[in-house]
Every structure is written in C-alpha cells, then in structure tokens.
C-alpha cells in the first residue's frame, strides 16, 4: 500500500493559481447509503491536499469530496454560480494510489483521475 493512498489539489483557472485556504471534506458511503464524514482540511499554499486518510481506513467503496466553493471565492471577493463541488468515486483497488484533482473557476469545473 502507499504511505498517502487518497490525494487532490485544487487550481484555480480563472486566476492561474492554486487554490490555496479552500475547505474540503472526504465522506465514505456507508452500509446504509448514508455518508460518513471521514475528515475536512484545507487546501495547503500549492493547493494540494495529502494524508486524507491512512492505509488502514482505506478500503474499497464509494468516496466523496465536497470541496467549498463559496466560502473560497467569497475570500476573494468574488461571486461564484457553484457554492460546492462534490466529486463522487469508488475505490475498487485500493492498494492503488488514487488522486483526484480539480480545475475550477467561479462559473466552472473539471476533474479527472490523476496519479
């Protein structure tokens, strides 16, 4: 397994950088299809996000990161159409690194699997 299984990062498009002081919280899909927050951190000065969970607490199933939007764009004075993103996956092999970043602007966003 790998020592930081789970990562993101966060850039910012509209302004080119990362996305730096933006709250984000990783849920696991329990038994019960109720989400289980797991942790919520902020987005460090590269806009990246590391040690979500440990080995142990990574398993397989489905994850969520709901990543505050308002609250960062609000910081900066701006508007922004989206109040939070969630990105939904599942983790099917989880001795597998997996990162999941996010490009984002007020009135957009992409993401994709990363490595």
């Given amino acids: 397994m790998k ?34 927050q797991i942790t919520s951190q902020y987005t460090n000065e590269d806009g990246r996000l590391s040690h979500l969970l440990s080995d142990a607490e990574f398993t397989a199933g489905i994850y969520k990161l709901n990543f505050d939007t308002k609250n960062y764009y609000s910081k900066l ?29 007020p009135f957009g966003y992409t993401t994709y699997r990363g490595s």
């Fill in 77 to 105: 004075d701006k508007k922004t159409f989206y109040p939070y993103v969630e990105i939904v996956f599942e983790i099917e092999k989880p001795a597998e690194h997996y990162h999941v970043p996010i490009l984002l602007s």
């Fill in 3 to 36: 020592d930081n299984p789970l990562t993101s990062h966060a850039l910012d498009t509209a302004s080119g950088l990362p996305a730096i002081g933006m709250k984000t919280t990783l849920y696991r899909m329990s038994t019960d299809d109720t989400w289980e």
